[in-house]
C-alpha cells in the first residue's frame, strides 16, 4: 500500500479523476455537439500524458519530487478544454483556481506569482478566438481572482509552513529531551544497581565487623568468617590458611564442604600467595576430578602472620562475578583487620602483665634498697645482708641461674667472691680471679669500670675468657653472662657484680642489665658508707 500510495500515484491519481469527471460532463451534454468527439480525444491524449508523466517520475525522479513540465501542460490543456467548451462561456476556467491553489501555496514567492501569470496568458489564450462575445468585466475579475488566490494561499502557507517548521523543531527538542530523560534513566538505574550493590557489601562487612569485633580467639574469628564466605557465592569447597611462613607448608585453619585430597595438598603447597594483599586465579588439572579453578585471596601485612582465602570449584560449572571478585576482596580485608586487633590485643595484655611485673619489680626493689640501707648502717658484718639480697635479686626479680658480688683483695691482686647465689656447695674463698688480663670479663669490667655484656651468640671475646687455672672455677663459666662494676660517688670502682644464665641458656633482657647496673650503684653506695664507718672507728 505504501508503494501505491506514494506522490507519484498521487498526481496520477489527481490527473485520472480529473479526465473522468470531463468525461462525465461530456456525456450529460454540457459540451458543444461540434466539440465533444475533439473533447474526448483531447481527454484520452491527457490520459497518455498522465501515464508517461507517472512513468518518468518513477524512473529518474527518485526523490519524488513533481517535474516542473508537467504542471505548466496541465495548464495548456485546462485552457485547451476551455477553448473547446465555450471560451469565455466555458465553466471549466475554476479548474484554474484548482490548479492555482495546488501549486501556489508551498513555493517560493516567484514560483508563487509565476503560476497565477501563465494561467492568465493560458485563459486569455483560450477565449481569445471566440470573438468580442463577453464581458470583459468578468473576465478581469476572473483573472483577478486567480492572482488574489495566489497571494492568499501563499500568505497562509507561509504561515502553515512556520508552525510546520515550530512543529518539527518543537518534535526535536521533544525527542532531544526524551533521550536525555532516557540517558538520565538509565543512568539513574545504574546508579541504584550500584548503590543496591554496594549496599549489600556494606551490610556483610558490617555484620562480620560487629560479630567479629568482640572475640578475643583466632579460631572464633575463622567461624564467625565462613558463613559469610558462603553467602557471597555458593562453592563446593572453601579453604582458609593462616600461619607463619617460617614454619614450612601452610596449616588449613578452616574448610568448607568435602574437597578430595589432591585439591587439599594443593592447596597446603601454594594456598598462600608471597606478598600478598591481592587475588590470583589458576587452573589445574587433577586426575580423576579433571579441571578445578582456584581462587586465591591472600593479606599480609606482617611478614610473620599472612592469611589466605582459597575457592575451589569444577571449571565450567561455577561463575564468579566481579562484583563477588570485589566484596571477597574486601571481606578479607576486614579479617585481616581483625586478626591484627586480635594480635594488638595480645600483644597489649602481654605489655601489660609485663609492666605490672615490672612494677611489682621496683616495689621489691625499694623494699631491698631500704633493708640493705638499715643493715650497712646498723651491722658492720654485711656477708649475710648481701648474700639474701643476692637471693631475692637472683631467685625473685631477675630470675637468673646464678649472681656474685667479687670485692678486691688489694694484697694479693684478686677478685675474692663475698657472697653468691646460685653455685651450689662450692666455698666461696675458692672463688677468686686476678684483677690483671687473666681475670677475664670479670677483671676488665673492674679495671675500666665499663659493663660488660655477652648474649652467647659465637665465639666468646679472647678478652672475656679466664686464663688457666681459673677458667676451671665452674662457679664462674658461662656463655651468657653480664658483669656490672660497682662504682662510689667519686667514681672508685669498689667491686663487680657477675650474673648469668648458665642453667636456662635463655638471653638476658636489656632492662634487666639496666636494674642490674642500678641495684650495683645502690651496693656500691652503702659499701663506701660502711667503708666510712669503718675508717671512723679506726
Not at 478581469?140 to 492572482?147: A, D, E, F, K, Y
Request: glycine fraction near 8%; include cysteine; hydrophobic fraction near 45%.
Amino acid at each position: 500500500m505504501k508503494r501505491f500510495l506514494s506522490p507519484h500515484f498521487q498526481r496520477l491519481l489527481l490527473r485520472v479523476l480529473f479526465a473522468i469527471l470531463v468525461l462525465l460532463w461530456a456525456s450529460i451534454g454540457k459540451l458543444q455537439a461540434v466539440g465533444a468527439t475533439s473533447a474526448a480525444v483531447l481527454i484520452a491524449v491527457f490520459l497518455g500524458y498522465s501515464v508517461l508523466v507517472f512513468l518518468a517520475e518513477r524512473i529518474w525522479r527518485v526523490d519524488r519530487s513533481e517535474i516542473p513540465l508537467s504542471g505548466y501542460l496541465d495548464m495548456v490543456f485546462i485552457g485547451v478544454l476551455i477553448a473547446f467548451s465555450g471560451g469565455a462561456q466555458s465553466e471549466f476556467h475554476l479548474l484554474l483556481y484548482f490548479v492555482v491553489a495546488l501549486r501556489a501555496p508551498y513555493r517560493s514567492w516567484g514560483q508563487t506569482l509565476l503560476v497565477p501569470g501563465v494561467c492568465t496568458l493560458i485563459y486569455l489564450g483560450a477565449v481569445g478566438h471566440v470573438g468580442r462575445e463577453y464581458h470583459w468585466f468578468e473576465l478581469v475579475v476572473r483573472i483577478g481572482l486567480l492572482w488574489f488566490l495566489a497571494v492568499v494561499l501563499r500568505l497562509t502557507g507561509m504561515r502553515s509552513v512556520r508552525e510546520q517548521e515550530r512543529s518539527r523543531k518543537m518534535t526535536r527538542e521533544l525527542s532531544v529531551t526524551h533521550d536525555e530523560v532516557r540517558r538520565y534513566t538509565a543512568a539513574l538505574e545504574k546508579t541504584n544497581a550500584e548503590k543496591e550493590t554496594r549496599l549489600t557489601e556494606i551490610t556483610i562487612l558490617h555484620r562480620f565487623v560487629t560479630q567479629a569485633r568482640g572475640l578475643k580467639e583466632f579460631d572464633q574469628i575463622y567461624d564467625a568468617m565462613l558463613p559469610y564466605v558462603r553467602s557471597i557465592c555458593e562453592l563446593p569447597w572453601i579453604y582458609l590458611l593462616h600461619s607463619p611462613v617460617s614454619e614450612g607448608k601452610v596449616p588449613i585453619v578452616r574448610i568448607l564442604g568435602e574437597p578430595p585430597k589432591e585439591i587439599t595438598d594443593w592447596v597446603r603447597e601454594n594456598g598462600m600467595m608471597e606478598g600478598g594483599d591481592d587475588s590470583y586465579r589458576t587452573k589445574e588439572e587433577f586426575e580423576g576430578i579433571g579441571e578445578v579453578d582456584f581462587r586465591i585471596f591472600s593479606r599480609c601485612t606482617r611478614e610473620h602472620s599472612p592469611v589466605s582465602l582459597v575457592l575451589c570449584y569444577p571449571a565450567g560449572k561455577w561463575v564468579i562475578l566481579e562484583g563477588h571478585i570485589k566484596l571477597f576482596s574486601s571481606l578479607m580485608d576486614s579479617l585481616e583487620m581483625e586478626l591484627e586487633l586480635v594480635r594488638l590485643r595480645k600483644d597489649l595484655g602481654q605489655t601489660n602483665f609485663r609492666l605490672e611485673e615490672s612494677n611489682r619489680h621496683l616495689l621489691r626493689l625499694q623494699e631491698l634498697q631500704k633493708t640493705l640501707t638499715t643493715a650497712f648502717l646498723s651491722d658492720e658484718n654485711i656477708s649475710g645482708v648481701l648474700h639474701d639480697a643476692h637471693q631475692i635479686m637472683a631467685r625473685e626479680l631477675f630470675e637468673l641461674d646464678r649472681l656474685n658480688l667479687f670485692l678486691p683483695d688489694h694484697e694479693k691482686g684478686m677478685l675474692q667472691c663475698r657472697t653468691s647465689v646460685g653455685i651450689g656447695d662450692e666455698p666461696l674463698e675458692d672463688i677468686a680471679v686476678p684483677v690483671d688480663e687473666r681475670g677475664g670479663a670479670l677483671a676488665l669490667a673492674f679495671r675500666t669500670g665499663r659493663t660488660i655484656f655477652f648474649e652467647g651468640k659465637g665465639d666468646v671475646p679472647q678478652e672475656y675468657r679466664l686464663a688457666e687455672p681459673y677458667n676451671r672455677i665452674a662457679a664462674i663459666r658461662s656463655r651468657i653472662f653480664v658483669i656490672v662494676p660497682l662504682i662510689d660517688y667519686a667514681g672508685n670502682v669498689l667491686g663487680v657484680i657477675g650474673a648469668d644464665r648458665k642453667h636456662t641458656q635463655r638471653p638476658i633482657p636489656p632492662e634487666t642489665v639496666t636494674v642490674l647496673e642500678y641495684f650495683a650503684h645502690h651496693i656500691a653506695m652503702v659499701l663506701s658508707v660502711q667503708k666510712l664507718k669503718t675508717g671512723a672507728m679506726v
